[in-house]
């Protein structure tokens, strides 16, 4: 609820808001309506299971060990969720520790690994729309074919992210213009606006 608000969403309309919020430990998914929540699922995969999936790939394919901090660079630098004519070309060193010598070593890796190395958490991620879209009832359904599916979050980073998951629903995605401060920036308008702040804690 805090994420739609703080991207703008009009929660309080009887119309249907689809929001995906993808976190460092989880990724919540909402529909809302009338200032209550119609529909939320909450998945323990998000960036820090992402992360975890390059440095598991590393290890299994390459013998190499890195660090947490260097999958998220690695995530930043080349990461994409879905194919395209820029993304294709990117390569990164990579510098760790060799699992057989145990001595530094560096390899370069490319874009379309990292996609190959990330692709099971974001498949639980598309899961998770996919089972909120399942269970929208029809008349929220309609609204959010119109108005689209909103990603916050430092998830909704993620190259090509959007384009993914339009790809496998078929409806508009739209990332939030400051998808990382949603969350803070919803919460603070719930105590600008107390008023709006009750409303929404009968639902809870």
């Known amino acids: 609820m805090a994420a739609a608000m703080g991207v703008g969403l009009p929660i309080t309309e009887p119309s249907g808001n689809m929001i995906v919020d993808i976190g460092g430990g989880t990724t919540e998914v909402a529909v809302i309506s009338l200032s209550g929540i119609v529909y939320c699922n909450s998945v323990r995969v998000a960036g820090d299971k992402i992360d975890d999936a ?17 999958a998220e660079t690695i995530k930043i630098a ?8 820029d993304s294709e ?4 060193e990579v510098k760790g520790r060799d699992l057989v010598g145990g001595i530094p070593k560096t390899l370069e890796i490319s874009a379309k690994e990292v996609r190959e190395a990330i692709s099971e958490p974001l498949n639980a991620i598309i899961d998770a729309i996919r089972v909120a879209l399942e269970r929208t009832p029809p008349e929220l359904a309609s609204d959010i074919v119109d108005k689209g599916i909103v990603i916050s979050g430092g998830g909704a980073l993620l190259r090509n992210l959007d384009v993914l998951i339009k790809e496998v629903t078929r409806l508009p995605v739209i990332i939030a213009e400051r998808p990382l401060t949603a969350v803070v920036e919803g919460a603070g308008k719930t105590l600008d606006e107390l008023s709006l702040l009750k409303e929404i804690s009968t639902y809870f």
């Open 54 to 70: 390059i440095v598991q790939y590393l290890k299994r394919k390459f013998n190499l060990l890195i660090g947490e901090r260097t």
């Open 78 to 85: 080349i990461g994409s969720a879905y194919p395209d004519s």
């Open 89 to 92: 070309e990117l390569t990164m």
